[in-house]
């Protein structure tokens, strides 16, 4: 028993805290080398509010707060080196980035501290113990979508899917009346021509200049059905099952509705994929009118492959 304890007490011992990230190299990187990224899941700053402390990126990346501060001193492709202080200590820590073997696209973040077994087990360093929970931070925090992103971010498989539908070109000021005539349009299309509709109604706007946009709008219908565009200028789109999609959902003022599209195309981009099709919005609340400043639950869709 002596000896053993003697071992525990002497002998060092290389102990690895690892985070799995669902990103690239480069990307992963950007979580060490980004003092806006940084502050998301390095502990304390994480859980304080942004007065509490200061953030530099240049002439060196740092957060600094009342008692302590992180300092990037070293950032190589897969290997990054940060100092942390805190209360008068301060201790050198490096992060080793490997791909993760088990996914298409991920990382393994990796951390390496040399300490006895009885230092480590039973009194930890303090500053040991915030580094390794951080890291444990940026695991749970990477992996979580509406942690990361800002909103829970879905991938789903297309179900088919058939529309009515219609397209005009508006001033965008003309936005929200533009979009009630054409659903409008579309519902009284439907029930003159005896087509059963299930009340879903989407919408895409494309900017073709400053004054400008394209709107299109469906209405999604029970089966296929055959129409005179010409006559009626309303057609029929399919939107075929097995195809990627992502979907975040939007409860807010319409107006400010863009911070999902951002959230959306940064995920997209993070995860390598690409557009399909226009993305579009799903209104999940009554009405075909919205104004900038109506509150809204709608559903962002991105068509991916």
Not at 32 to 53: E, I, V
């Amino acid at each position: 028993m002596s000896l053993l304890l003697l071992l525990s007490v002497s002998i060092p011992i290389t102990f690895n805290t690892k985070a799995h990230v669902p990103f690239p190299l480069a990307k992963t990187m950007e979580q060490f080398t980004s003092a806006q990224q940084l502050q998301k899941w390095f502990l304390p700053f994480a859980g304080l509010d942004s007065s509490q402390f200061t953030t530099s990126q240049a002439p060196q990346v740092e957060l600094k707060g009342s008692n302590e501060s992180l300092i990037l001193t070293s950032a190589k492709p897969g290997n990054i080196d940060l100092l942390f202080k805190e209360s008068g200590s301060e201790q050198d820590y490096k992060f080793l980035i490997s791909r993760d073997q088990k996914k298409n696209i991920g990382s393994i973040v990796t951390m390496s501290i040399s300490n006895t077994l009885w230092k480590r087990m039973i009194d930890p360093d303090p500053i040991d113990e915030i580094v390794i929970n951080s890291l444990k931070n940026l695991d749970r925090i990477t992996n979580n979508t509406e942690l990361y992103y800002g909103y829970l971010i879905k991938k789903l498989t297309v179900t088919d899917s058939t529309f009515l539908y219609a397209t005009a070109v508006v001033k965008r000021n003309q936005k929200a009346s533009a979009v009630k005539i054409l659903f409008d349009s579309l519902f009284q299309f439907a029930g003159q021509n005896y087509i059963n509709y299930t009340g879903r109604r989407i919408l895409s706007a494309k900017p073709l200049n400053d004054s400008e946009m394209r709107i299109f709008t469906g209405i999604v219908i029970n089966g296929p059905a055959t129409i005179d565009q010409d006559e009626s200028g309303i057609s029929v789109k399919t939107m075929h099952a097995g195809k990627g999609m992502l979907v975040a959902e939007y409860n807010g003022v319409y107006k400010n509705i863009s911070s999902v599209y951002k959230a959306l195309e940064s995920y997209k981009r993070d995860n390598q994929l690409a557009s399909m099709e226009l993305p579009f919005e799903e209104f999940l609340n009554n009405g075909n009118k919205f104004e900038p400043d109506d509150t809204v639950n709608v559903k962002v869709c991105y068509p991916v492959f």
